[in-house]
């Protein structure tokens, strides 16, 4: 063989080596192919008749989200950080009415008043109040029910500022009216420090300073709600017989709008489904349920708990549908000692001067003279 022939062989021998590798690592690629796919359907298999737990163990994640809130005591008994919510009023009052079922509480708890304002808007005597309040940080909380379009406007500095709870229009004299005082009642009771609930309206005034307010209502042993039998067209003349037998004609009182109750009567209002379908249905004007609604009720259901008298000052001695209203003009000192210092009552089973906390109504063009005299006459 000569030498051009040997190289023209070494050639083709060296030209095929390169395909013998490629044909052989695709060989080993199919069979990897056909490995991988085999083991899939394998595991599909697994998992289907054993669950994915026995073919991929999981290790149990200890991981806790960084915004997480810690479930505490301190998470429960904190009352909410902002008044306004989505809740319905079902689903509030159903909130509300929840009662521990041990009497002592696990926590330092320092009891507070619920001041709520029902008013149709603006808050005309607000500077009052806020001298009222100053330096008492923690014995009170403060709610506001207005008209739905009302955007209060107080600065942040203000014990008013952000106090508005979600609220309705309210109708005077229909039952509304009574559901917008559930409303103030089941915010105010979502705060577990609050214990004794007042109402009061824009045009009220406080006659004393907040220690005395606060120690009468704490020291005190009944609520302070006024529900007389009246033996007249405007008393028993207003019960509905449909009332029955829920209500008696004997069982029947009317009194005061404006009251003070403890926590255990504040949840009975809100929590009420018995009576509250009857005076929607048959106490509508001239029965105003406001006048009727809850002093009844709860002659029903605690009559030993109720002072039977309110602790807010009206005058109704000039007739008509509403009481009297008070501006510039009417306020003097000798106005004031005859509401303070003008009669005796009962507090506690004893008798004494000591009857009203809270006067109304008053106009705006009352705040300047009244805080003339807050200091000298009030004590605040």
Not at 22 to 36: A, I, N
């Amino acid at each position: 063989m000569s030498w051009e022939e040997g190289k023209e062989i070494e050639t083709i021998i060296r030209t095929n080596q390169p395909r013998v590798f490629q044909l052989r690592l695709l060989q080993f690629l199919l069979l990897f192919l056909l490995v991988g796919l085999g083991v899939m359907i394998f595991s599909m298999n697994m998992i289907r008749y054993f669950g994915v737990q026995s073919v991929v163990p999981v290790a149990r994640s200890h991981f806790q989200p960084c915004f997480e809130e810690a479930n505490t005591l301190e998470t429960w008994i904190r009352p909410p950080s902002k008044l306004l919510h989505s809740m319905n009023d079902s689903e509030l009052f159903w909130r509300a009415s929840f009662v521990p079922g041990i009497k002592n509480y696990p926590f330092r708890r320092i009891p507070k008043i619920a001041f709520m304002f029902m008013t149709k808007g603006p808050l005309p005597l607000s500077p009052l109040w806020e001298r009222f309040f100053k330096g008492h940080k923690g014995l009170y909380s403060i709610y506001v029910h207005s008209l739905p379009s009302y955007d209060a406007d107080f600065p942040a500095s203000s014990v008013f500022y952000k106090r508005q709870i979600p609220s309705q229009v309210v109708e005077w004299g229909m039952m509304s009216m009574c559901d917008a005082e559930r409303r103030l009642l089941a915010n105010a009771l979502l705060d577990i420090d609050n214990e004794w609930f007042i109402l009061l309206s824009e045009s009220c005034i406080p006659l004393h300073n907040f220690s005395i307010v606060y120690r009468y209502l704490s020291r005190s042993r009944y609520s302070f709600i006024g529900a007389f039998d009246e033996d007249s067209p405007f008393g028993r003349g207003r019960y509905n017989p449909n009332l029955a037998p829920q209500v008696n004609l004997t069982e029947w009182r009317k009194g005061s709008q404006w009251f003070e109750v403890n926590r255990k009567l504040a949840i009975d209002i809100v929590g009420d489904n018995t009576f509250y379908p009857r005076f929607k249905e048959f106490c509508r004007p001239s029965c105003y349920v406001d006048e009727h609604y809850f002093q009844t009720m709860l002659t029903i259901l605690a009559p030993h708990l109720l002072a039977n008298r309110t602790t807010t000052w009206v005058d109704w001695s000039r007739g008509g549908a509403h009481p009297a209203t008070f501006g510039q003009a009417d306020i003097t000192k000798e106005f004031f000692k005859k509401i303070i210092e003008g009669g005796t009552c009962i507090y506690n089973n004893q008798p004494t001067s000591l009857c009203f906390l809270f006067a109304r109504k008053f106009a705006p063009s009352a705040l300047e003279p009244l805080s003339e005299l807050a200091s000298e006459v009030f004590g605040y």
